[in-house]
């Protein structure tokens, strides 16, 4: 039944900026469980930490955004060879200075901020509200840490 009230096709173009949001967000997940891993030095534990919580939001979002695709009757990616294919987002190396892991952070949630941009300029067109309403607010979620985390960067190093 379409519950929707939305042709199938208007909503494909949406449903494959999801995906690629989708996979992108799964590759910033694994960075952010490296990083969690392999941070070393005298800002460990906070940064261990601050690694450990922002994986554990992004699983939470990565759930909500495959079951948003399910929702507009399309089908989530779900295989990593997929995932790296079209991520937007880098795999990171593991060997970083801190710094240097928090810049890759930063520079992901770039790409992260850009892909939910471009979902939310089509999914209005389509008169899809419900995604412009979970999107926009990962959105401002996202921008907020991201200023949290330029703050960090910029009180220890400059
Ligand atoms: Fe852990």
Request: net charge negative; charged share 25%.
């Amino acid at each position: 039944m379409n519950y929707l009230g939305i042709e199938k096709e208007h909503l494909s173009s949406v449903a494959k900026k999801l995906n690629v949001f989708l996979a992108s967000y799964q590759i910033y997940y694994q960075n952010l469980r490296s990083f969690h891993w392999h941070v070393k030095g005298n800002n460990f534990f906070e940064l261990h930490e601050l690694f450990e919580q922002l994986y554990n939001d992004a699983k939470v979002k990565i759930d909500e955004v495959a079951e948003r695709i399910l929702t507009i009757r399309h089908k989530p990616m779900g295989n990593v060879s997929e995932y790296l294919e079209y991520s937007l987002v880098k795999e990171a190396k593991d060997i970083l200075s801190d710094k240097d892991m928090l810049t890759v952070t930063l520079s992901n949630h770039t790409d992260l901020i850009q892909c939910m941009r471009e979902i939310i300029a089509d999914a209005s067109e389509v008169h899809d509200e419900g995604t412009v309403d979970l999107i926009a607010g990962m959105l401002g979620d996202l921008e907020k840490r991201s200023w949290m985390i330029d703050s960090w960067i910029s009180r220890r190093f400059v």
